[in-house]
């Protein structure tokens, strides 16, 4: 096989690897004189349709890929000689040694190139999962499908991601079939079932490092409850560390780390690991907030009489004033009167007692967000209450607008946003937060939630505001 040429342009140097219909080579392009890898898939009488399927995708999602953690494609061929018919796809040569290959060899890994090695796969997975549309599900992530080059002794080293030969994305449907794909050990339990979600793959990575942290394939520890038993043989290793171990790989998708992005913020600033709640409370302020590994809870009290409902009020009396006094001439009919008084009472009356005696409470847990009123043992929804895994931006907005009754003098409002779905979930302006609230709320929940805070200027200068 040595020396052969395919397509009349790649010289065989060796084998990489071979399986049933399937083998790797390693080439060199005589035209650019680069080693490449090329992937052949084989028709024969055990030639499955699925299989081509499952290979066309490789070569279309790697065509769409530019990432430098990620083989490059280069050319997909049809193989037609008389011996030999199939397909082969024609990708950028990584040199290094996979991590099955380093485990192998009795390499072990320090905690912190654990850490360096998740960082660097998690960015990976940012971009396959939150930067593709729709995301690109890699469904095989393992210690032999993840290379590195150039490891020394300060560093894990170039760290990369191979073989989408199980890859799909979220539109990929195979009509009524359903499809398994990935390897036992590693496999996230919804894969058995033929369902693959970003947070799969979250699985597959950290069955990888629990691999690396242990020295023992998964499939040698102990399961309970369907969740891999590792703690006892890492007593080295920090506690943060297990426990995010323990997220990345929870058998439920409900109490998984739902995206690379909340794990990669969750690396770096671990979670309160005691099932207690704790209480933070910021300085000058009265908000509650209380979390723990399990829920966030943020109690807003009744705002009390302030300068704004004062300044309300004394606009409704003024309001009230103005309309008795043009019923008195005559100027209002006594049906109006009645009515735009009543409204005006009403709005008054409701305003004090929200100020007075409305707590609002927002709480997310590992299954939903939940955002209620309190009044008096009475308690109402805000909004409809969403699944947590639909919150999937964290924003701060912040609105310009002209205050009435100055000479186009400025101000500035700010609110946090969540959306999940279709639910818009707001703390601000209602709630009479100040700047310095809503920063440390954002904060807060941003920790928790592993999301980005993201900041939004909105121009509203035409409307006059009290």
Same mark, same amino acid.
């Given at each position: ?97 996979? #991590? *099955? ?10 905690? $912190?190139?654990?850490? !360096?090695?998740?960082? =660097? &796969? ?122 995010? #171990? *323990? ?10 780390? $739902?995206?690379?992005? !909340?794990?990669?913020? =969750? &690396? ?199």
């Amino acid at each position: 096989m040595t020396g052969q040429i395919l397509a009349e342009r790649y010289e065989v140097q060796r084998l990489l690897g071979k399986q049933t219909g399937r083998q790797t080579l390693l080439a060199r392009d005589l035209q650019t004189q680069a080693l490449v890898v090329i992937k052949q898939l084989f028709l024969g009488s055990d030639f499955e349709w699925q299989e081509l399927k499952l290979f066309e995708r490789e070569a279309e999602t790697l065509k769409a890929l530019a990432h430098p953690a990620i083989p490059r494609y280069l050319d997909y061929l049809e193989i037609d000689e008389p011996d030999t018919k199939g397909f082969a796809l024609v990708q950028t040569y990584v040199e290094g040694k996979t #991590l *099955e290959e380093h485990l192998r060899s009795g390499r072990t890994f320090s905690e $912190s190139e654990v850490k !360096e090695l998740a960082k =660097s &796969l998690l960015e990976i997975l940012i971009y396959l999962h939150e930067e593709q549309e729709p995301p690109v599900i890699h469904r095989d992530i393992k210690p032999s499908n993840i290379l590195l080059h150039s490891r020394s002794a300060h560093s894990v080293g170039q760290v990369y991601l191979v073989d989408f030969g199980s890859v799909q994305n979220q539109a990929a449907k195979f009509g009524g079939t359903i499809t398994v794909v990935g390897t036992y050990g590693y496999m996230a339990p919804e894969q058995f079932g033929g369902r693959s979600v970003p947070a799969s793959d979250l699985y597959g990575l950290g069955a990888t490092l629990i691999y690396l942290v242990t020295g023992l394939h998964p499939t040698e520890l102990s399961q309970q409850d369907l969740k891999i038993q590792f703690a006892d043989r890492v007593t080295h290793l920090n506690s943060n560390l297990v426990d995010w #171990l *323990e997220w990345m790989t929870e058998p439920s998708l409900n109490k998984r780390l $739902s995206s690379a992005g !909340e794990a990669w913020l =969750s &690396l770096k600033n671990p979670r309160p690991t005691d099932k207690n709640p704790i209480a933070v409370q910021r300085q000058g302020s009265d908000i509650k907030l209380t979390k723990n590994s399990e829920f966030i809870e943020v109690i807003i009290p009744p705002q009390g009489v302030g300068f704004g409902l004062i300044a309300m009020l004394s606009g409704v009396i003024a309001a009230n004033v103005t309309l008795y006094i043009n019923f008195h001439n005559g100027d209002i009919n006594p049906l109006l009167f009645l009515i735009l008084g009543s409204f005006l009472a009403v709005a008054g009356v409701l305003k004090f007692i929200d100020a007075l005696f409305v707590e609002v409470r927002l709480r997310i847990d590992r299954q939903q967000i939940s955002y209620i009123s309190h009044l008096l043992g009475w308690e109402w929804y805000y909004c409809p209450p969403a699944p947590r895994q639909d919150i999937g931006q964290l924003e701060i907005e912040q609105i310009e607008y002209t205050r009435r009754g100055t000479k186009n003098k400025l101000s500035r409002v700010s609110q946090i946003i969540m959306q999940a779905g279709n639910q818009k979930y707001q703390l601000g302006m209602k709630q009479g937060l100040s700047e310095s609230e809503i920063e440390w709320l954002a904060t807060e929940l941003s920790q928790w939630l592993g999301l980005k805070i993201q900041i939004t200027l909105r121009d509203d200068k035409k409307n006059k505001w009290f």
